[in-house]
Nanobody, 125 residues
Framework: QVQLVESGGGSVQAGGSLRLTCAASGVTYSRHCMAWFRQVPGKEREGVAIIDGTSRTAYPNSVRGRFTISQDNAKNTLYLQMNSLKPEDTAMYYC???????????????????WGQGTQVTVSS
């Protein structure tokens, strides 16, 4: 059974940094895509970073150069380093794991179907 638990969210001023952590169980990183998504009320969930089984990464233009996704296979932990944060980065951030059979959310060529509970990030101007 896949379990994902995020932590590290909080409130920061614009220009600040946060590092999100996702502790995972039931997932083999080397065989699966992992990603971070974010969502604000009234809007669709959007992908902000993806890493695949070969450790290739990808980001949308909105965060490229500011966010970095990484993983520690030994600790089964996924990270999202967020620098130069902007007020528009304010959202609930979710860790996601690939579910190639039942996943209903497509991002970066992978299907995601396992989600954490989310961690709130608030950036003030």
């Amino acid at each position: 059974q896949v379990q994902l638990v995020e932590s590290g969210g909080g409130s920061v001023q614009a220009g600040g940094s946060l590092r999100l952590t996702c502790a995972a169980s039931g997932v083999t990183y080397s065989r699966h895509c992992m990603a971070w998504f974010r969502q604000v009320p009234g809007k669709e969930r959007e992908g902000v970073a993806i890493i695949d089984g070969t450790s290739r990464t990808a980001y949308p233009n909105s965060v490229r150069g500011r966010f970095t996704i990484s993983q520690d296979n030994a600790k089964n932990t996924l990270y999202l380093q967020m620098n130069s944060l902007k007020p528009e980065d304010t959202a609930m951030y979710y860790c996601a794991a690939e579910d190639s059979v039942y996943g209903r959310t497509w991002y970066g060529g992978c299907r995601f179907g396992f989600w954490g509970q989310g961690t709130q990030v608030t950036v003030s101007s």
